[in-house]
Every structure is written in C-alpha cells, then in structure tokens.
C-alpha cells in the first residue's frame, strides 16, 4: 500500500507505523485518518504481525489531532469506521498496540493513545484534552476511555478545564506506563513489544479480549465465565501445545500465533 501521510514499517512480527505529517504536528485529515485505517485493517487480518507500535514523525507531536486548518479551510470532514487513526472505534482488535507518545498527544492524539493497549511516553509529552476551548468535545473516545483509565475526578479534571499533564503527571496518574529521555522513546517501546512478543500471541489475544470484554460485565461471575472466542482458538492452538512442551524440554517456546 502506498501511503502520503503516514509511514508502516515491518520488523519481524511487529509493525512501527508512524503518523508523517510534522508541518502539521501530526494532525490528522480525512485522508491520513483512512490510509491508518487500512493499515490497521491489515495488521488485524495479518497472522505474521503480533504486535503494533504507533508513533509520530518529529520531536515535537505524537497528534495534534484532528486538522482543524483543513476543517476550517471548508473541506469534508469524514472518518472511517474504524475512528479517528482507524482505532479510536476499533473494538475488535485483539492484538496489542503500543502508543509511542513523542511530544504532544492533544484531543484526536490522547485519544489515539487512550485507545492503545500501553502509552510509552517521552519526557517531553504532553495530554489533553482541549476540545471544549475550540467549542468541541473528545467525542472519539476520550470522554468514556480516560474515566475508565484513572480515578473519576482526576478524568473530570482534565476533562472539564483541557489542562495539559505533562509525562510524568500522566505516569503518576496512572495513564502511562514509562515515561523515558525522548532519545529512548522507540527503543523503550520496542522493549515493551518484544516483552510481549515473548509470551503465546494466541495467549496475549485472549488475554486481551477477556480483559476488554469482561469490564463490560455487570459483576465478575459474569466476566469470568464469558465467552470469548480469542479464548476459544486458545484451547484449539499449536501454541497451546507448544508452551508446556517448550517448558518441559527446558526451551524457548516457538510460537505459531495459530
């Protein structure tokens, strides 16, 4: 696939795709938010790929988020299915995504991050959400994704004045996971996929699925007996196999991811 305003880059069973639009810090339009679409609509049908990293090009901007130059210019506004970055309404996805969060992550950009699995973040980035302040709201998931994702009045507080945290408040908070030198941002990122691409990636799908699925239970009886299909093609997987008799034979598992 060619693409103009993002970049996707294969290493082994990950895939880094890279938000390329710097003069714009990173804000998406119409046509960057269906190039990501269709990029991770590949990385979810490819079994090869395992894991994603998702990044910004520059040192200034993960996303700006949504282009409003392009919106105040007079051109269609449309997103895909899938929302804004072709994940913000991705419910599907059992694969882990990792947020490289590289400089400012505001409005459209926190909400691409809140809707990845894990946020590495640089020293130097910064979350909001500011839409009230442009007469808007975080309608692509942040105001239900961040109440989720820390204690209620801290969301609120974000929220209801579009302050800035910076990386280190976003850690504290519970948001972000490391925060690290800006140098060290994909390497760091990298660490947290290749940690992940160590375990069963039919283990890691199901982990992931029950984990989403089942917060949507009304009590935990009814999260912990769920169905879940990724569970399902657990219990059907070579890797199944594989792990105890890697552990067995005192090896390294050689994972299938079927």
Same mark, same amino acid.
């Given at each position: 696939?060619?693409?103009?305003?993002?970049?996707?880059?294969?290493?082994g069973h990950l895939l880094v795709v890279t938000i390329n639009r710097p003069e714009?810090?990173?804000?998406?339009?119409?046509?960057?938010?269906?190039?990501?679409?269709?990029?991770?609509?590949? *990385?979810?049908?490819?079994?090869?790929?395992?894991v994603a990293i998702i990044t910004g090009a520059g040192d200034?901007?993960?996303?700006?988020?949504?282009?409003?130059?392009y919106q105040a210019e007079g051109n269609k506004i449309e997103v895909p299915p899938s929302? *804004?970055?072709?994940?913000?309404?991705?419910?599907?996805?059992?694969?882990?995504?990792?947020a490289a969060v590289n400089g400012v992550a505001m409005g459209?950009?926190?909400?691409?991050?809140?809707?990845?699995?894990?946020?590495?973040?640089?020293?130097?980035?910064?979350?909001?959400?500011?839409?009230p302040k442009v007469g808007l709201a975080a309608l692509a998931g942040g105001?239900?994704?961040?109440?989720?994702?820390?204690?209620?009045?801290?969301?609120m507080g974000m929220i209801l004045t579009g302050r800035q945290v910076p990386a280190k408040e976003g850690k504290e908070l519970g948001f972000v996971n490391?925060?690290?030198?800006?140098?060290e941002l994909m390497a760091a990122a990298k660490r947290w996929a290749g940690l992940i691409m160590e375990c069963s990636p039919m283990s890691i799908r199901a982990s992931k699925e029950s984990v989403y699925q089942g917060l949507d239970e009304a009590n935990l009886q009814a999260a912990v007996t769920g169905k879940y299909p990724s569970v399902a093609a657990l219990?059907?997987?070579?890797?199944?196999?594989e792990g105890p008799r890697a552990f067995a034979e005192k090896r390294k598992p050689q994972w299938k991811g079927r």
């Open positions: 696939m060619t693409t103009e305003h993002c970049k996707a880059e294969r290493d714009r810090m990173n804000a998406l339009h119409p046509p960057a938010n269906f190039e990501l679409a269709k990029i991770f609509d590949d *990385f979810a049908a490819d079994p090869d790929l395992w200034r901007a993960f996303s700006a988020g949504n282009d409003l130059r929302g *804004f970055a072709g994940l913000t309404a991705r419910y599907d996805l059992n694969k882990p995504v990792i459209g950009g926190f909400e691409i991050a809140l809707a990845c699995d894990l946020i590495i973040a640089s020293e130097n980035a910064v979350f909001a959400l500011p839409e105001l239900h994704r961040l109440p989720r994702q820390i204690p209620l009045k801290q969301a490391e925060v690290v030198p800006q140098t219990f059907r997987s070579e890797d199944l196999i």
